[in-house]
């Protein structure tokens, strides 16, 4: 991975002279997968512009589509980007061109974990665990559980305790787990999603 010059922000230009092309047909397989068609970008810059989340990411989200149009999935798959895009949408009802780039990201989040690749953000992916997991055990997300497991996973017990203190206090945190009342149907949803 090319090193950023730039800490926690996006490179300005993608200099793809040192990036090798390592999965022909990419665009393609993102096709397959999502139902994305990334050819269609026009690199008008419109889902950049738009983007909350820039600031955190190394590739902006067209920089991302740039890298699957060359073949350069691999690197595509090592970003930040990937994995800091919260699918808010806000870049997709802008495109002229109707992509649906959280889709997009959504598939190449997968076809990162489903190929080894180094995860460049590992604490959000433990976060996405851990929501699929609460899902999982009640159906719905036990937001008091899912903050614990996670200051336990990721031994980061302290950094946002006063946000969780006011949650608390302005009972946004159920102690007790509300659950779904239809375990068969919720099964059925979730063995259809494996
Ligand atoms: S807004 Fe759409 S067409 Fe424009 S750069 Fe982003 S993905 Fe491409
Ligand atoms: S869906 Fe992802 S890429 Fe698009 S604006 Fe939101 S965070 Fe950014």
Redesign the pocket.
Known sequence: MIPNTKPNTYREVIDCADIKPTIPGAAEAILKHSGVN?N?????????GGCPFTAAMDYL??QV?RLIQFDLIEEALQSKTIWTCVACNT??A??????D?PAAMDTLRQLAIQHNIPIAEPNILAFHQLIKGSIERYGRTHKAEIMLRYKLKTRDYFSDMLTGLRMFVNHKLEVIPSRVNDRTALNNILSAHR
């Not at 269609?40 to 950049?48: P, S, V, W």
């Not at 802008?94 to 992509?99: D, G, T, V, Y």
Request: proline residues 9%.
């Open positions: 990334i269609l970008c026009l690199h008008c810059r419109c889902c950049a989200p067209n589509i870049c997709s802008q495109c002229p061109m109707a992509i780039i």
